[in-house]
């Protein structure tokens, strides 16, 4: 058959999202007791990683605020918080909800901003969900008899809490939601790169009129972070971050009343058999390890493809990646955003000439990145053994390293083989080896046909030194009561 | 100058988002607490039941099938809408009860709140009654609640409280139902009616009949396109059994007369009477 | 190539080899899929790119009309829709084609004389397609003689439920050939297919067969063309072309009324089969109401405001 003319390319237009929805301050306080107030001690910068331009100066809370704080927190549990019925602080947790939907344009443009991540990703996954998450856990507050921690389950008390900058606001919602929909109140603090909508959902809780104290959110870096995880009035911890910093807060609560729960760091394995619905597999892939730039713990950062269609499978990969659109994160089209900050593009691509230098082949479509900004192209790497460095260690960025395996015991075998147990995925038509498979897997959540899904109901945590505890679902609550 | 004459509102019926008149063309009078005549009511027929069934029936597979959590937003929604237009509840309330302001509060208070406390349910529901079941063999079995179907309800006294308190926990899970309001009081169930139908509600979910439970129920009771039967709001004893009896022909699940504290947290079976449990078996193997 | 040929023929040697290669074909899951198709429906085309894909979409259609009502009368002022969409503005090209049944391609060829415009003409007892063969070639020849430069068959849905491939491969073989010279375009009824794997299965039935283009849907049933429909038959004309060198057309047909819904398409066939199908060549859409909305849209890209439908010609 003849090839036609070709027609001229169907290029897309820029398609911005306009910034003009948010008002970043000059500079922040911190929120202590329902107010922003003054931080005593130094300040830092905030950036976009996508333009490196300053958003905003930050407080960095010290030990005294954290005290402040967590002083406040106690004085809101007694009087108030753990005192109102668990329908009252129902009805809070649902305002708080309402707000984030109506203000989620909002949120989805600060949070692209701050991160880095594109405005689809901020839009259609994580705004929704953090709304979703205060829905659902509002609903909890008036059942936790019904939860099967007991009759009459009672809350713990001052909740220190953590979170990394992957997820910003979603991760303060998984933390804060469960906690006072059990009646504790926290003092949590945001990443020190994006600490923007932690600020804006502070103004949310005055919205909501929430009790001051129940909610306070001191801004700062891994001091304040200690300071918080170490104060002795503080009775339960929850962090989100590196298998490192989760291992020392582990150590410093050690022999203390705390109770904590740790949501770390992953190298998860995505599995593909031979007779996976293919297409989507692809898809699965590329969800699995190009979504929120890599930057996800649960990313399926290890593609263990069977043998017999690996060829197949690769080409038809490349091919997607080729379509992958990276760019300025507010334009509705972009895919793949900006990488969160300098250091971890550093180590990025630290670990990218580790596995060059190791003998795996790198591969990455070509695209044009911008020149000012953290930017790394999405890359595979093939040829991969499960000595080399990039298979074993999490690189928290879009790069893929695929293996190979011939039976599944080999897959599941090469899939537990690693420190780690957070997420894994299998793809197969064969609903049977799709339960085996996740029967044999050590990790916390297994996605079968399909990748980094995520929703309040279902409880979300790791094994090994991924961590302990489970956020979201039922299950989420045992964190928060006694 | 003369006064300004009031503009009455027709109370009708409310059958597949619409709210119609009786097709057989009927009212009651329906006084208030004084015995001053407020309204006529639509007195519904065996046709308006039918009617209300088939809608009901229409709306299951759309109901059913949204999401949990989409389902508690629209429940959650109801409250909202309901809570705007609290003061006319209450003025409602103390006319045609007779209750005291303060009563009345608290009637429309404890509805809206109950509105909440089902709205929570909707996607939690499974988590406390469905799970994993540890089989002894290479299986994999999982049991999860569904929703029986089209329930019929017969309302207690309350045109509100009394109302929400046992439609709401049968369509939280998914249900969709018919409901004959409470007879002596109807109105305010018709005008909850119209909060239900600007609140996100899809049309037929809900359908409220007014008129004579002992004319209109045995219909309901006896339909075999109907999945279960609240009795909450049966008085006479002997109807309840006939009810029961005649429910029994297709196997209804029947919920039996009697009625809690209304102002109480509200007993689970409300929910779990017109849920069915369904298992799944699937082989773990290679 | 030539292992492939012979690999493809080979699968058509009998009922159980055909069977054998449709069910052998990567299964499709359908929530990935349809989540798929969503997440491409959500590309925002604005601008310069909106214009372009207006016009593309614009020379894509296959302005169609299959009533039982119809007469030489609208054939005709559907011809004349057909070369000159807005008779107010020059600019604007013309469509692909006009569809009609084949006792109506006589008036339309003679309409669209020296238009460019191609006649394609819907055969072998559409839409149901339950007629004998011979009848259904009948009716190819009949559209083909009267000038009919495509051809829109419909494949016999029942013998393809019930598992008779091979009855289906050889009605399209022998569809084509009564084609002669004109296009063929198969049509699968998604609809009635009901199952990803089924649409993919019928793709690559139809492909072997010969099909120049493979069609959704009758606009007779519904659900009719489908955002996740189409990416299946695109992802399977890509495959296609991978492994045997032959490039297939694809054309979603009905349910397709919006401006904003064919710029889904168009995207579609941009990031799934590649920009070497975004040509009236190798994509069509199948539409009536289509074609006004897009020169709505075409007028507000140029004014600025919203037209309405006094706006537009309405044949």
Redesign the interface.
């Known amino acids: 058959m003849t090839m036609a003319k070709k027609s001229t390319a169907f290029e897309y237009a820029p398609a911005p999202e306009s910034r003009s929805i948010v008002d970043i301050k000059p500079s922040y306080g911190l929120f202590i007791d329902g107010e922003f107030v003054d931080g005593r001690g130094k300040s830092f910068k905030t950036i976009s990683p996508s333009t490196e331009e300053v958003l905003a100066e930050i407080a960095e809370g010290d030990a005294a605020d954290v005290d402040l704080a967590v002083k406040a927190a106690r004085r809101a549990y007694t009087r108030v918080w753990s005192k109102m019925s668990g329908a009252e602080r129902g009805k809070y947790l649902f305002r708080i909800a309402r707000i984030i939907q109506e203000r989620a344009r909002e949120f989805a443009v600060l949070e692209s901003i701050d991160n880095g991540k594109p405005i689809k990703e901020t839009r259609d996954v994580d705004v929704p969900t953090v709304a979703a998450h205060f829905f659902y856990y509002a609903g909890w507050a008036d059942k936790l008899g019904y939860a099967g921690y007991g009759e009459d389950p009672q809350p713990l008390g001052v909740a220190g809490q953590v979170i990394p900058w992957n997820f910003p606001l979603l991760m303060l919602a998984w933390k804060i939601a469960p906690a006072l929909a059990c009646g504790n109140t926290v003092v949590l603090k945001p990443a020190e790169t994006t600490p923007l909508t932690a600020l804006l959902f502070a103004e949310v809780c005055q919205q909501a009129d929430l009790p001051p104290g129940v909610v306070n959110i001191l801004t700062g870096a891994g001091e304040t972070g200690r300071a918080i995880v170490s104060h002795p009035d503080v009775n339960k911890v929850a962090f989100t971050g590196s298998t490192d910093v989760g291992r020392a807060i582990a150590k410093a609560v050690a022999g203390s009343d705390k109770r904590v729960t740790l949501e770390l760091g992953g190298k998860a394995a995505n599995i593909v058999y031979d007779d996976a619905p293919v297409d989507q597999a692809v898809e699965g892939i590329v969800n699995g390890i190009f979504f929120n730039q890599g930057h996800v713990c649960c990313a399926g950062s290890r593609l263990l493809v069977q043998e017999s269609i690996a060829e197949e499978v690769l080409a038809k990969l490349k091919r997607r990646m080729k379509t992958l659109r990276v760019g300025d994160p507010l334009d509705k089209n972009t895919d793949i955003g900006a990488i969160n900050s300098a250091e971890q593009l550093a180590k990025i691509r630290e670990l990218s000439e580790i596995g060059e230098a190791e003998g795996a082949e790198r591969w990455a479509p070509k695209c044009d990145l911008p020149s000012t900004g953290f930017w790394f192209p999405p890359t595979i790497f093939t040829g991969v053994s499960q000595a080399h460095r990039i298979a074993r260690e999490e690189i928290f960025g879009p790069v893929l390293s695929v293996l190979t395996f011939r039976t599944p015991k080999e897959a599941v075998e090469k899939a537990n083989n690693t420190p780690f147990g957070l997420s894994a995925g299998i793809w197969t038509e064969k609903g049977s080896l799709i339960l085996w498979t996740a029967s044999q897997l050590r990790a916390g959540v297994v996605w079968s046909n399909t990748f980094n899904r995520f929703d309040p109901a279902s409880p979300f945590g790791g094994y090994k030194e991924s961590g302990y505890g489970r956020e979201g679902g039922r299950h989420g609550l045992e964190a928060y009561l006694r | 100058m003369s006064a300004r004459l009031d503009v009455k509102k027709t109370y009708k019926l409310y059958i597949g988002g619409d709210f119609p008149r009786s097709e057989s063309g009927r009212s009651y009078v329906v006084n208030d607490a004084k015995g001053r005549f407020l309204a006529n009511a639509s007195q519904a027929s065996r046709k308006d039941a039918r009617d209300a069934v088939r809608a009901a029936r229409t709306a299951f597979p759309g109901w059913s099938g949204k999401t949990?959590?989409n389902r508690?937003?629209v429940v959650?929604r109801i409250a909202e809408v309901l809570e705007s237009r609290r003061d006319q509840f209450e003025a409602e309330l103390r006319s045609s009860e007779g209750v005291t302001a303060a009563k009345a509060r608290d009637f429309v208070s404890a509805a809206i709140?109950r509105l909440?406390?089902y709205?929570?349910?909707?996607?939690?529901i499974a988590?406390?009654t469905g799970g994993a079941n540890p089989v002894a063999g290479p299986y994999?079995n999982h049991s999860a609640p569904e929703p029986s179907g089209v329930v019929a309800v017969v309302a207690p006294k309350g045109p509100l409280l009394g109302l929400v308190s046992v439609v709401a926990p049968v369509i939280t899970t998914g249900n969709t139902c018919v409901v004959i309001a409470s007879e002596p009081h109807p109105l305010t169930s018709i005008t909850l009616a119209e909060v239900m139908a600007t609140s996100d509600l899809p049309g037929g979910v809900v359908n409220v009949l007014t008129g004579s439970v002992a004319e209109i129920a045995p219909w309901l009771a006896s339909h075999l396109d109907v999945n279960g039967l609240d009795l909450t709001g049966v008085t006479d004893a002997d109807l309840a059994r006939t009810l029961e009896e005649s429910a029994a022909e297709n196997l209804k699940r029947v919920r039996r007369p009697g009625l809690e504290d209304l102002l109480a947290a509200p007993p689970?079976d409300r929910m779990t009477k017109f849920l069915e449990t369904k298992t799944v078996w699937?082989?773990?193997?290679? | 190539m030539n292992s492939t040929a012979s690999s493809l023929a080979e699968a058509t040697a009998s009922d159980a080899a055909l069977r054998r290669f449709l069910h052998g074909l990567p299964g499709v899951d359908q929530v990935g899929a349809e989540q798929r198709a969503a997440a491409l429906g959500t590309r925002s085309i604005k601008t310069t790119a909106k214009a372009f894909a207006i016009d593309l979409a614009i020379r894509m259609v296959d302005l169609t009309t299959l009533e039982g009502s119809d007469t030489p009368g609208k054939v005709r002022t559907l011809a004349a829709k057909a070369m000159r969409p807005d008779p107010t503005d020059a600019t604007c090209p013309p469509t692909a084609a006009v569809c009609v049944y084949p006792d109506m391609v006589a008036t339309a060829k003679k309409a669209l004389k020296g238009s460019g415009v191609n006649v394609a003409a819907v055969a072998t007892a559409f839409p149901s397609g339950r007629a004998a063969l011979d009848i259904k070639l009948a009716d190819t020849t009949d559209a083909v003689e009267a000038g009919a430069d495509e051809i829109d068959m419909v494949i016999d849905r029942g013998a393809f439920l019930a598992g008779r491939y091979l009855d289906v491969y050889e009605e399209i073989v022998a569809v084509r050939e009564a084609s002669k010279k004109a296009h063929l375009k198969v049509i699968f009824e998604t609809g009635e297919l009901q199952t990803y794997d089924n649409v993919r299965r019928a793709s690559w039935l139809a492909m072997m067969a010969g099909a120049h283009f493979i069609k959704t849907s009758t606009g007779k049933v519904q659900p009719a063309a489908t955002l996740p429909v189409t990416l299946i038959m695109l992802e399977a004309v890509r495959d296609f072309r991978e492994l045997t060198g032959q490039q297939v057309g694809v054309k979603p047909a009905g349910g397709i009324r919006h401006s904003k819904d064919a710029i889904k398409y168009l995207v579609m066939v941009n990031e799934i089969a590649g920009e070497d199908w975004l040509d009236p060549h190798w994509f069509r859409f199948g539409a009536s109401t289509l074609l006004n909305d897009l020169l709505m849209q075409r007028s507000k890209l140029k004014t600025g405001a919203y037209s309405g439908p006094d706006y537009v010609t309405l044949d």
């Open positions: 949990a959590y508690g937003q959650y709140d909440v406390f709205a929570g349910w909707a996607d939690k988590q406390v994999f689970l699937h082989p773990m193997g290679l």
